[in-house]
């Protein structure tokens, strides 16, 4: 009976550690959250010239995006509908900002395909992806299907073998280089509306 006992107590242990019951360590959401100092950043446009965040953050509100890569047709529908805006958000002292971890050749491309009048940064490295919370990592299976299917050659766009991109997200960022405006998500198919955006540079105005 006491060895039953006993079992019975180690059966509850390992019940209560790694059964349903447990608090499981749910997987960071991606992103930064409102409030938190965007960190700043100099990197490279697709044009070659040298871009420093707090450059233009001190002039007046920055929308920062983050995107796939230019092989993503959500991604070129979600830079192209900013475009579509962008006298609006120049008129609000706005400077609209897109990145992704695709090498400047591409970033050339998409700015050429969407007609784009504001700057595309290339972060190949990852490392502003990394600053923002926006690292998602590609699988390896699907990364061959991308390539197999569609003939998406993710490493061929970011020079990168470990198929990392960015979460898509859009972050207002105001003239103290705080973040007042933050959406990231996992599902490629929902995107911040250049409306949504716009509304809170009127507030902020």
């Excluded at 960190?39 to 995006?65: M, W």
């Excluded at 390539?147 to 207002?172: C, F, M, N, W």
Aim: proline letters at 5%; aromatic letters at 10%; glycine letters at 6%.
């Amino acid at each position: 009976m006491k060895r039953a006992g006993v079992f019975l107590v180690s059966l509850l242990t390992v019940w209560t550690l790694f059964g349903p019951s447990a608090k499981a360590q749910e997987p960071e959401a991606p992103g930064l959250k409102v409030g938190t100092m965007a960190p700043d950043f100099t990197a490279l446009t697709y044009e070659n010239n040298t871009l420093t965040l707090s450059d233009h953050f001190k002039q007046g509100p920055v929308v920062l995006i983050f995107y796939r890569g230019a092989w993503c047709p959500y991604c070129s529908l979600h830079l192209r509908s900013f475009q579509e805006r962008l006298g609006d958000f120049q008129k609000l002292g706005a400077t609209v900002l897109a990145v992704s971890v695709d090498q400047q050749e591409y970033g050339i491309k998409i700015v050429q395909k969407e007609a784009l009048g504001f700057d595309v940064i290339s972060d190949p490295g990852s490392e502003i992806l990394r600053e923002y919370n926006v690292v998602f990592q590609v699988p390896d299976d699907l990364a061959q299907k991308y390539l197999d299917e569609y003939q998406i050659d993710l490493q061929a766009h970011s020079g990168r073998k470990d198929h990392v991109i960015a979460v898509p997200a859009t972050y207002v960022i105001d003239m103290t280089g705080k973040i007042i405006f933050a959406y990231a998500n996992t599902d490629y198919k929902t995107r911040t509306k250049p409306e949504e955006v716009l509304e809170v540079l009127k507030i902020l105005k």
